[in-house]
């Protein structure tokens, strides 16, 4: 004997599970999370980061409590000196960035901004 289902189609409770992940993993639009920089061992990990313009930095301080501070040539805004925690920064305008610590002239990165498409 063959049984044949009548009714409504079943459920699976699980895709609204994954479904709600792969929103939440794309955001929906939002804003891409920031490019990280850290900043370890009296240096910026990777040293140089590719953006496009309006895009965001965010610099985590993990060197065992050594303070720096993040100067970026032609912008204004800089980070002050600090140990721990991060800092972020939007770049709008297309460029290449040189960034600094000025506690340790050895700390060099570079930030390339790319226009928006």
Excluded at 11 to 23: E, K, M, S
Excluded at 79 to 89: D, L
């Amino acid at each position: 004997m063959t049984r044949t289902r009548t009714g409504l189609p079943r459920r699976h409770p699980g895709l609204a599970v994954v479904a709600a992940a792969v929103l939440a993993v794309t955001g929906c639009g939002s804003s891409p999370e920031p490019t990280r920089v850290t900043v370890r061992n009296v240096a910026f990990d990777p040293r140089e980061v590719h953006l496009t313009a309006g895009e965001e930095v965010a610099w985590f301080y993990d060197d065992g409590g050594t303070f720096h501070d993040i100067v970026v040539d032609g912008l204004t805004s800089t980070a002050g000196f600090r140990a721990e925690g991060e800092h972020r920064m939007t770049f709008d305008q297309p460029g290449v960035y040189r960034v600094t610590c000025s506690i340790h002239p050895q700390m060099v990165g570079t930030v390339i901004v790319s226009p928006r498409r």
